[in-house]
């Protein structure tokens, strides 16, 4: 295990080939990106975030997306095809920005940047419909604050979610607010036009048809700034379609990969 900042972060590789390193979504594992990981074949490194799977749990101090982004960099082998899925895909985004000399070329699946798409109509109903998790957080209702966050981005309704998972989905609800600041703030401008207008590699957007209205606002505003990015739509797809949908998935990421899409 790599020590980022103190953090044991647990990591597997699969595969042979290109060097890639995956990152999974808020109050997920690695393994559930293991499936997408073999379907796009190369020499696949997937890492537990702090806080989550078989990874230490957060100091509580350390600022948490730029933590994950130094534990994908350290999994890096030379320029490196960067994956990540929603939060995942921020950090993975920040690292491009921040190290390019890393990347080979960028891959977000439904990167949830919120800050890139303050302004628009969107955001203020992505504001609306999260009040009740910061509410519920507020009163220091873990339980209810899960609940309300699995209905704006899970894909199985809470009372279908085993309780296993219930605990576990509540046991790291706090890892959310961690990684809030940077995403609906961006003070560092990972965003902003003057930085991602300097990404000079291949960047393979991927979002859900039926996403909420934000993620498409938030991919607009990033094909807008980022000289090579491709926008994908996946139909019948949502927010975790890399699990739904995760051979449609794998196929726009080998099909970019070859320069086919």
Known sequence: MPDISGHAVHAVTVGAGAPAVM?????????RLLPLAEAIGGHVTLFDMPGHGKSADWDGKTEYQGLVADAAAALCDGPTHLIGHSFGATAMLRLAVTRPDLVSRLTLIEPVYFAAAKGTAEHDQHAKAFRPFVMAMLAGDEARA????????GATPWEDVPQRL???LTKRIHL??????AIEEDADGITSSERLEALDIPVTLIRGADSQPVI????QRLVERIPQARDHVVAGAAHMLPLTHMEEVAQ????????TA
């Open 23 to 31: 990152v999974h979504c808020a109050l997920a594992r690695h393994d």
């Open 146 to 153: 899960a609940e309300v966050f699995n209905s704006l981005w």
């Open 166 to 168: 219930r605990t576990y």
């Open 176 to 181: 959310i607010v961690a990684g809030a600041a």
């Open 216 to 219: 498409s606002a938030i991919h």
């Open 252 to 259: 726009i990421i080998r099909a970019a990969d070859q320069g």
